[in-house]
């Protein structure tokens, strides 16, 4: 079993950075593809970012260019790396770990774009 506790979600304003992490616990770390979501009151979650066992990495075509999924399996931590942030990026963020016959999110962490 494998749990997850994200932190470094904050306020910061248009344009501006911030990382959010992922630290896992649990074994096997390394063979779950780890997802970033996040999801704004009312709204489905929305896939922003994965980072697979095999190492494929993907973004959605809104954070492309500004955000950085990155894995440390030695540490279990996942990182979200987000620049040049923008109102509509306002979300709760979550860190999901997934493999065959598995899942698990951690709790969130919120993010506010605003000046």
């Known amino acids: 079993q494998v749990q997850l506790v994200e932190s470094g979600g904050g306020l910061v304003q248009p344009g501006g950075s911030l990382r959010l992490s992922c630290a896992a616990s649990?074994?096997?770390?390394?063979?779950?593809?780890i997802y970033w979501y996040r999801q704004t009151p009312g709204t489905q979650r929305e896939l922003v970012a994965v980072?697979?066992?095999?190492?494929?990495?993907n973004y959605a075509d809104s954070v492309k260019g500004r955000f950085t999924i990155s894995r440390d399996n030695a540490k279990k931590m996942v990182y979200l790396q987000m620049n040049s942030l923008k109102p509509e990026d306002t979300a709760v963020y979550y860190c999901?770990?997934?493999?065959?016959?598995?899942?698990?999110w951690g709790q969130g962490t919120q993010v506010t774009v605003s000046s």
């Open positions: 649990g074994s096997l770390f390394s063979i779950y593809d």
């Open positions: 980072f697979t066992s095999g190492g494929t990495i």
């Open positions: 999901n770990a997934r493999t065959l016959g598995a899942n698990y």
